[in-house]
T-cell receptor, first 114, second 112 residues
Framework: NAGVMQNPRHLVRRRGQEARLRCSPM?????VYWYRQLPEEGLKFMVY????????ESGMPKERFSAEFPKEGPSILRIQQVVRGDSAAYFC????????????FGPGTRLTVT | EDQVTQSPEALRLQEGESSSLNCSYT??????LFWYRQDPGKGPEFLFT???AGEEKEKERLKATLTKKESFLHITAPKPEDSATYLC?????????????FGKGTLLTVNP
C-alpha cells in the first residue's frame, strides 16, 4: 500500500542548471498537486494537474517553472536555470478524482541551489 | 485573500502537560479545515478534516475543534513522540476549492 512517492529526496544543483522533480501518486489517485515550502514559510500551492491536463498553475512562477502529468509515468516539476531562491522543499500531494479534500503528501524533494 | 495564522509559533511542554494550539482563518467561505503533522525532513501527515462550526474530531491524545473563525488542536497528556510541527490548512469553497492554504505551523516539543 505505497503512499505518494517522490524522487529524488535531495537534489543539489548549481545556479543555471535544470532541476527535475518526480512524483508518483498513490495507487488509484489521478490528481496531483505541487506545493513549495520555503525556509520559515508555510507550504504554498503551485500547480494542480490531472492526467495530461494542467488544471491550475496560478501558484507557479511564470518563468522557468513547468509541470506535467503524462498519461503514463510520474508527474514532473521542472525548474530551468535554477537560482538560489529556488532552494526549498517541494512536496507533491495526490487525491482521488473528485476528492481534493483528501490530499496525501509525499516525503518531499529538498532542492539546494549552490 | 485567504489567511491562516497559527499560534504560538513554538510550544514547549512537559510530558503530561496538556495544552492547545490555535489556528485562526479568514476565508470568504470555508470548504474544510485540515490539520497535518509534519516531522523533520518528512511530508505533512494528515490528521483531521473539519467542515462546519461546532464539529469535533479526536484521535488518541489529539482533539480538533472548529468555530467560524478558528480551530483548536487540543493535546491531552502529551508524550515525547507527539513532538512535531502541526500545520493547519483551509480550503475555500468556490472555484479553486482544491487549493490548500497553509499556516506557518506550530513547532511542538514535549520533554520527558
Amino acid at each position: 500500500n505505497a503512499g505518494v512517492m517522490q524522487n529524488p529526496r535531495h537534489l543539489v544543483r548549481r545556479r543555471g542548471q535544470e532541476a527535475r522533480l518526480r512524483c508518483s501518486p498513490m495507487k488509484g489517485h489521478s490528481h496531483v498537486y505541487w506545493y513549495r515550502q520555503l525556509p520559515e514559510e508555510g507550504l504554498k500551492f503551485m500547480v494542480y494537474l490531472q492526467k495530461e491536463n494542467i488544471i491550475d498553475e496560478s501558484g507557479m512562477p511564470k518563468e522557468r517553472f513547468s509541470a506535467e502529468f503524462p498519461k503514463e509515468g510520474p508527474s514532473i516539476l521542472r525548474i530551468q536555470q535554477v537560482v538560489r531562491g529556488d532552494s526549498a522543499a517541494y512536496f507533491c500531494a495526490s487525491s482521488p478524482a473528485g476528492a481534493s479534500y483528501e490530499q496525501y503528501f509525499g516525503p518531499g524533494t529538498r532542492l539546494t541551489v549552490t | 485573500e485567504d489567511q491562516v495564522t497559527q499560534s504560538p509559533e513554538a510550544l514547549r511542554l512537559q510530558e503530561g502537560e496538556s495544552s492547545s494550539l490555535n489556528c485562526s482563518y479568514t476565508v470568504s467561505g470555508l470548504r474544510g479545515l485540515f490539520w497535518y503533522r509534519q516531522d523533520p525532513g518528512k511530508g505533512p501527515e494528515f490528521l483531521f478534516t473539519l467542515y462546519s462550526a461546532g464539529e469535533e474530531k479526536e484521535k488518541e491524545r489529539l482533539k480538533a475543534t472548529l468555530t467560524k473563525k478558528e480551530s483548536f488542536l487540543h493535546i491531552t497528556a502529551p508524550k515525547p513522540e507527539d513532538s512535531a510541527t502541526y500545520l493547519c490548512a483551509v480550503q475555500e469553497s468556490g472555484g479553486s476549492n482544491y487549493k490548500l492554504t497553509f499556516g506557518k505551523g506550530t513547532l511542538l516539543t514535549v520533554n520527558p
